[in-house]
Structure formats: C-alpha cells, structure tokens
C-alpha cells in the first residue's frame, strides 16, 4: 500500500536555525511530490511541487526540497527560518489518478 | 479568480444526526477532493469525484458519501454521526483533466464539525 511518512511529528527552533523537514515515501510508480504548509488559523497552501527535471526544488518563501529517488525522501529545506514559518508542514505524494497521499504532518514552532 | 469556498465553516452536531457539508471549486476546475483532518490521524482521503463521477475513493465506512454536480459544485455526506467523526473537512479542486500529470490541488478552508 501506498504510504507517506513524516518522522518529525513537533520540531521547535530559534530563528535563524536551518531547517530540515523529512518526508518518505512507498509508491511503486512514477510520483509527483508536494509540500503544503497550513499555517495558525489558515488553510493549506501549496509550498512547492516535484514533477520531473531538477530534483532540487525551490519554493515560496525560501523553501525548497530535494527529490532523491533512490532514497523515496523528498526532505524540505530552508536556511534560516523565521518566527513566521511557525505552522504544520504535509507532505503529499500524487499517485495514478490524481489520488493523493498526505503524511501526518510535522508542526514547527520557531521561537523569537 | 475566486478560490475554493467551503459552507458552512462551522457546524455543530450530535451522535446520530446526518451533516452535508458544500464545497464550490475554482471555476474551470472539474475534480473535487475531500479530506478529513483530526489531530491523531492527520490529513486522510476521503473520495474524489470527477465530471459528477466518484473517481477514487479512500477507507472509509459507508456512512462518508458525496456527489458532484454538473457545476462541478460537490457535497459531502456524514450519515449516523459518530463522536470520531469531528474534524476538520477539506475540499481541494483541480483541473482534474484524465490523465494529466501535472496536477495541483487548491484547498478551501475547510468546514469544522463538531459532533456531541
């Protein structure tokens, strides 16, 4: 069966801390990759997406995640968070069908 | 070009009750996904349905239905409420063309139930 899993489930830093976010996958076929970020109060948005091309990928707000195929990791970076990047990170694999699988999500809380 | 809208946002219900929950995609979108989050499970797949058509469908009980309209407009049902049954409930719409590869969903809102 199809499966997302995200092994941080509450990571808290000070700003300006680099962020790692880990996310892996069991799919058989050919994947397309989504981070969605909800932050406090708000609905899901999209971060960034992993079709094809260049694994490494850059999103909005300075975030990007890297595609490893032979790992089924696709891991959301950013260099320096800030106390607004305080929210709920999913990642999502897209299968056949446009059937998508979310992890459980890893809620980051990033002290001032 | 307006988002995905949810109604109502909040509804409060007890055990037994039935719910429908109403969910308008972007326009031009055709596929209509809904979603149940709670904290202990996360972000699970309820169905999808496409051109008034369910498409796929996630692992729940029968008592979780939906339907499409030729609007692409979508509604959820919850029959016979259960306590388990509170959460948040997200529709996502796309263009949900068939075969497509390069698919995003958008997400509304989402509709908060609460059952008592």
Partial sequence: ?112 | KAGVTQTPRYLIKTRGQQVTLSCSPISGHRSVSWYQQTPGQGLQFLFEYFSETQRNKGNFPGRFSGRQFSNSRSEMNVSTLELGDSALYLCASSLGASGAVQETQYFGPGTRLLVL
């Fill in chain 1, 1 to 112: 069966a199809q499966s997302v899993s995200q092994h941080n489930h509450h990571v808290i830093l000070s700003e300006a801390a680099s962020l790692e976010l880990g996310c892996n996958y069991s799919y058989g076929g050919t994947v397309n990759l989504f981070w969605y970020v909800q932050y406090p109060g708000q609905h899901l948005q999209l971060l960034l997406k992993y079709f094809s091309g260049d694994p490494l990928v850059k999103g909005i707000k300075g975030f990007e995640a890297e595609f490893i195929k032979s790992k089924f990791s696709f891991n959301l970076r950013k260099p320096s968070v800030q106390w607004s990047d305080t929210a709920e990170y999913f990642c999502a694999v897209m299968g056949n069908f446009n059937k998508f699988y979310f992890g459980s999500g890893t809620k980051l809380n990033v002290k001032p």
